[in-house]
């Protein structure tokens, strides 16, 4: 298991656990990145950071801070 | 009895679009009381009987952003006829998980489905009947962009307000679930309300702190309420948010699998993807953001937006004059030509000479906002500047403030997050703007003429002040605590219509012009009350005026900053009608206001007044301290409280204080 911070760009992985708490948890989750969801990394910021993800059929970006606390597989 | 359509739906969904072709042009926008998000209203198009509100674009009813919890305040208080849940087809996933929470609100809900030409272009089909049955609502296809589906909606919609039948909560729960959730509405007192039982014990089951504010349930109540959660998590292993969170997911995804058909992807990029594989390219990326960020500048402040300033001045001189001319000839006093020339016409001038620069600047900004560019430069640009507590979509409001902070003020409404845009707000009038530079080159020629630094260096000073500023207040209460989440959708690209463009920009200049327009217009009758009369109310010269006065009771104020006289206390207070005006008050103050060889004059006072030292510490006054009233006004008018307000000015004009304290103190012993 390893988080979602790194994982290489072009893989898929699939969301195993959330280790955020309060807003940022609830926002991460509202946005569809629930537990076993497949995520596809699509791309990183031109400065390295936030991350480009493909999750549920449309793309968001977070943060690597924040990407660090999602587990995946 | 007024039927109340509320518009819902998540950002980027056609929602605006929508509102606009339902209300026509007979709108009002506003603030929810107490908070800057906008509230927007009008009347439905050819039904008198119905209104339409806006609310802000949202992903969820969670209890922690600002938008979120005005729009559940709004459909729990004030319980809307109707709520029309508008859905972007072609990304039903995430738009349907607002949707089940909608759901639960006992309010009818109809569902529009919009985009749906991008669902058949990309072939897929949605069986629109079994989505109608599975969710037990009533549910349109409609091309917001060209009205198509718009009218069969609203029938729809007015219809289903008029039956008041509210839709059943949909069962996102498993069994385990649900008898805690069951429970929990089962021991829910009746006083509480016999309305929305089923959404209540859903928040308590959750622990929503929002809730848990407003309701009084016994703790023996409580206490069993918990023995029903604690059950519920202990066997499925998780919180109980994150179980209601994936129980609606779980809903979701398995109702659209009988609902939709995708069509089998082929690895085709799309047209937005290979466009964003050049905008959000690893080594293209910066440099299209600043080619772009330079056009935006270069035609919205230099050229096109530095003549609608300098043809409004024109205007506006030429109104004056006529004016003049006329009163002269109809015998009207002195007093009251200076009130209308020097005070009316001033005031109104300096509100409306923005209003062609601004007008401008938002043109553009709505197009780069709506056509999905800005999530795109919060992507390029978030890294950079979060490093001093600010958002990656700063950079636009501080480079229009190179031109004029009132403009780059009112850009900052395209950041989301309340904190980073308060910050943003505070810290953009640091930027040099054009109205300071005169001032800087004034000072530089008449006391530097040698050091060719001295004028630049203040871009440096504003920058390094930002950034300073910027790690320094991260760290105060105000805008510290908990990191907000950051977490962004990347719309595709789209073309936007022009006259959703062209509303969202009337949208921001009538506001400019309101919230703003009525504090410059106050302060600059103010200033030329002070500048023309003495105390016995006499009209007089400026050197002799009320604000003479207040200058020689402030000098001492400046002695630390080396500038302790009246003089420069008076410039200063001018300063605050426009920075520009600094440069006319010494000019008036060394007698040489009309007149030839008076730039020698200027120069030789300025001289006399100042050494070396306390002008550059002036300099730096001019550049940190309180903007002038115009940006002030557009603070007050972003930040929704005068507190804000009043915490932006102070803090500038402190560290101003400061700041030009230290570079006399050191500068006037090198």
């Given at each position: 298991m390893r988080n979602l911070k790194e994982v290489a760009v072009g893989q898929t992985v699939t969301v195993v656990k959330i280790e955020v708490t309060g807003a940022i948890k609830r926002r991460i989750m509202d946005m569809g990145i629930t537990k076993g969801t497949t995520v596809f990394v699509r791309k990183i910021a031109?400065?390295?950071?936030?991350i480009e993800l493909k999750v549920r059929d449309y793309e968001l970006f977070l943060r690597k801070e924040d990407a660090e606390k999602i587990l995946v597989e | 009895m007024i039927t109340v359509l509320a518009l819902v739906g998540n950002p980027n969904c056609g929602k605006t679009t929508m509102f606009n072709s339902l209300t026509g042009s007979d709108q009002y926008v506003g603030n929810w009381p107490g908070v800057t998000v906008a509230k927007k209203g009008g009347m439905l198009l050819n039904h008198p009987d119905c209104e339409v509100v806006d609310l802000p674009g949202i992903y969820s009813l969670s209890p922690y952003t600002l938008e979120e919890v005005v729009t559940r305040d709004f459909l729990v208080?004030?319980?809307?006829?109707v709520i029309i849940n508008i859905v972007d087809a072609s990304n039903l996933e995430r738009n349907l998980y607002l949707t089940t929470q909608l759901l639960e609100l006992e309010i009818p809900v109809v569902l529009a489905l919009n985009m749906m030409d991008v669902v058949n272009s990309n072939g897929d089909e949605i069986d629109i009947a079994r989505l109608a049955k599975e969710l037990n609502c009533k549910v349109v296809p409609i091309a917001a962009i060209n009205g198509s589906g718009v009218d069969e909606l609203i029938k729809l919609a007015v219809e289903v307000a008029k039956e008041k039948v509210s839709n059943q909560a949909l069962p996102i729960f498993n069994d385990t679930e649900e008898i805690a959730v069951r429970g929990i509405e089962r021991l829910l007192p009746d006083r509480e309300s016999t309305q929305l039982k089923r959404w209540l014990a859903i928040k308590i089951f959750e622990r929503d702190p929002k809730v848990f504010e407003q309701i009084k349930i016994s703790s023996n109540l409580l206490a069993r309420m918990d023995a029903l959660r604690n059950g519920c998590e202990k066997a499925e292993e998780d919180d109980a948010e994150s179980i209601v969170i994936n129980a609606r997911y779980r809903y979701i995804t398995s109702t659209l699998r009988d609902c939709i058909k995708k069509k089998l992807r082929t690895w085709e990029l799309s047209v937005s993807d290979k466009i964003d594989n050049i905008v959000t390219n690893r080594v293209l990326a910066l440099p299209i953001f600043f080619i772009i960020m330079w056009a935006v500048y270069y035609i919205a402040i230099q050229t096109l937006g530095s003549m609608s300033v300098e043809s409004m001045q024109a205007v506006f001189g030429f109104i004056s004059e006529q004016l003049t001319n006329l009163m002269v000839i109809g015998g009207v006093s002195l007093t009251i030509q200076s009130l209308i020339v020097d005070g009316v016409i001033g005031g109104v001038g300096a509100v409306l000479g923005f209003v062609p620069q601004i007008t401008i600047l938002f043109l553009f900004l709505s197009f780069l906002e709506d056509c999905g560019y800005m999530s795109r430069a919060a992507f390029i640009m978030d890294r950079a500047f979060r490093?001093?507590?600010?958002?990656?979509?700063s950079f636009i409001p501080m480079l229009v403030g190179t031109g004029c902070s009132v403009p780059g003020i009112m850009a900052t409404?395209?950041?989301?997050n309340e904190k980073d845009r308060r910050l943003t707000i505070m810290l953009?009038?640091?930027?040099?703007?054009s109205a300071k530079m005169p001032v800087f080159v004034l000072f530089a020629a008449s006391l530097f003429p040698k050091h060719s630094w001295v004028g630049p260096s203040m871009y440096f000073w504003g920058i390094i002040m930002v950034v300073v500023s910027g790690m320094l207040l991260k760290r105060t209460s105000p805008f510290a605590g908990e990191p907000a989440p950051f977490v962004m959708e990347m719309p595709a690209y789209h073309m936007p219509g022009s006259r959703t463009v062209l509303k969202h920009t009337w949208e921001q200049v009538k506001s400019f012009i309101l919230k703003a327009g009525t504090i410059v217009f106050a302060a600059s009758v103010l200033v030329w009350f002070l500048q023309s009369f003495n105390t016995s109310l006499v009209l007089v010269e400026p050197t002799k005026s009320m604000l003479a006065d207040i200058g020689h009771f402030l000098a001492p104020v400046f002695l630390p900053q080396g500038f302790g006289n009246w003089q420069a206390a008076f410039a200063a207070i001018t300063g605050f009608l426009a920075k520009e005006a600094i440069v006319s008050t010494f000019a008036i103050l060394a007698g040489?206001?009309?007149?030839?060889g008076s730039k020698a004059d200027l120069v030789l006072t300025l001289q006399t007044i100042f050494t070396p030292a306390s002008a550059y510490a002036f300099m730096i006054f001019t550049l940190l301290a309180a903007p002038c009233c115009a940006a002030v006004g557009a603070i007050r008018s972003e930040m929704g409280s005068w507190k804000w307000t009043l915490f932006a000015v102070g803090y500038q004009t402190g560290l101003a204080y400061l700041l030009a304290a230290i570079i006399y103190q050191v500068g006037s012993r090198l």
């Amino acid at each position: 298991m390893r988080n979602l911070k790194e994982v290489a760009v072009g893989q898929t992985v699939t969301v195993v656990k959330i280790e955020v708490t309060g807003a940022i948890k609830r926002r991460i989750m509202d946005m569809g990145i629930t537990k076993g969801t497949t995520v596809f990394v699509r791309k990183i910021a031109p400065l390295g950071d936030p991350i480009e993800l493909k999750v549920r059929d449309y793309e968001l970006f977070l943060r690597k801070e924040d990407a660090e606390k999602i587990l995946v597989e | 009895m007024i039927t109340v359509l509320a518009l819902v739906g998540n950002p980027n969904c056609g929602k605006t679009t929508m509102f606009n072709s339902l209300t026509g042009s007979d709108q009002y926008v506003g603030n929810w009381p107490g908070v800057t998000v906008a509230k927007k209203g009008g009347m439905l198009l050819n039904h008198p009987d119905c209104e339409v509100v806006d609310l802000p674009g949202i992903y969820s009813l969670s209890p922690y952003t600002l938008e979120e919890v005005v729009t559940r305040d709004f459909l729990v208080n004030e319980h809307p006829s109707v709520i029309i849940n508008i859905v972007d087809a072609s990304n039903l996933e995430r738009n349907l998980y607002l949707t089940t929470q909608l759901l639960e609100l006992e309010i009818p809900v109809v569902l529009a489905l919009n985009m749906m030409d991008v669902v058949n272009s990309n072939g897929d089909e949605i069986d629109i009947a079994r989505l109608a049955k599975e969710l037990n609502c009533k549910v349109v296809p409609i091309a917001a962009i060209n009205g198509s589906g718009v009218d069969e909606l609203i029938k729809l919609a007015v219809e289903v307000a008029k039956e008041k039948v509210s839709n059943q909560a949909l069962p996102i729960f498993n069994d385990t679930e649900e008898i805690a959730v069951r429970g929990i509405e089962r021991l829910l007192p009746d006083r509480e309300s016999t309305q929305l039982k089923r959404w209540l014990a859903i928040k308590i089951f959750e622990r929503d702190p929002k809730v848990f504010e407003q309701i009084k349930i016994s703790s023996n109540l409580l206490a069993r309420m918990d023995a029903l959660r604690n059950g519920c998590e202990k066997a499925e292993e998780d919180d109980a948010e994150s179980i209601v969170i994936n129980a609606r997911y779980r809903y979701i995804t398995s109702t659209l699998r009988d609902c939709i058909k995708k069509k089998l992807r082929t690895w085709e990029l799309s047209v937005s993807d290979k466009i964003d594989n050049i905008v959000t390219n690893r080594v293209l990326a910066l440099p299209i953001f600043f080619i772009i960020m330079w056009a935006v500048y270069y035609i919205a402040i230099q050229t096109l937006g530095s003549m609608s300033v300098e043809s409004m001045q024109a205007v506006f001189g030429f109104i004056s004059e006529q004016l003049t001319n006329l009163m002269v000839i109809g015998g009207v006093s002195l007093t009251i030509q200076s009130l209308i020339v020097d005070g009316v016409i001033g005031g109104v001038g300096a509100v409306l000479g923005f209003v062609p620069q601004i007008t401008i600047l938002f043109l553009f900004l709505s197009f780069l906002e709506d056509c999905g560019y800005m999530s795109r430069a919060a992507f390029i640009m978030d890294r950079a500047f979060r490093q001093f507590g600010l958002s990656g979509k700063s950079f636009i409001p501080m480079l229009v403030g190179t031109g004029c902070s009132v403009p780059g003020i009112m850009a900052t409404r395209t950041i989301e997050n309340e904190k980073d845009r308060r910050l943003t707000i505070m810290l953009t009038p640091f930027i040099p703007c054009s109205a300071k530079m005169p001032v800087f080159v004034l000072f530089a020629a008449s006391l530097f003429p040698k050091h060719s630094w001295v004028g630049p260096s203040m871009y440096f000073w504003g920058i390094i002040m930002v950034v300073v500023s910027g790690m320094l207040l991260k760290r105060t209460s105000p805008f510290a605590g908990e990191p907000a989440p950051f977490v962004m959708e990347m719309p595709a690209y789209h073309m936007p219509g022009s006259r959703t463009v062209l509303k969202h920009t009337w949208e921001q200049v009538k506001s400019f012009i309101l919230k703003a327009g009525t504090i410059v217009f106050a302060a600059s009758v103010l200033v030329w009350f002070l500048q023309s009369f003495n105390t016995s109310l006499v009209l007089v010269e400026p050197t002799k005026s009320m604000l003479a006065d207040i200058g020689h009771f402030l000098a001492p104020v400046f002695l630390p900053q080396g500038f302790g006289n009246w003089q420069a206390a008076f410039a200063a207070i001018t300063g605050f009608l426009a920075k520009e005006a600094i440069v006319s008050t010494f000019a008036i103050l060394a007698g040489s206001g009309d007149g030839a060889g008076s730039k020698a004059d200027l120069v030789l006072t300025l001289q006399t007044i100042f050494t070396p030292a306390s002008a550059y510490a002036f300099m730096i006054f001019t550049l940190l301290a309180a903007p002038c009233c115009a940006a002030v006004g557009a603070i007050r008018s972003e930040m929704g409280s005068w507190k804000w307000t009043l915490f932006a000015v102070g803090y500038q004009t402190g560290l101003a204080y400061l700041l030009a304290a230290i570079i006399y103190q050191v500068g006037s012993r090198l």
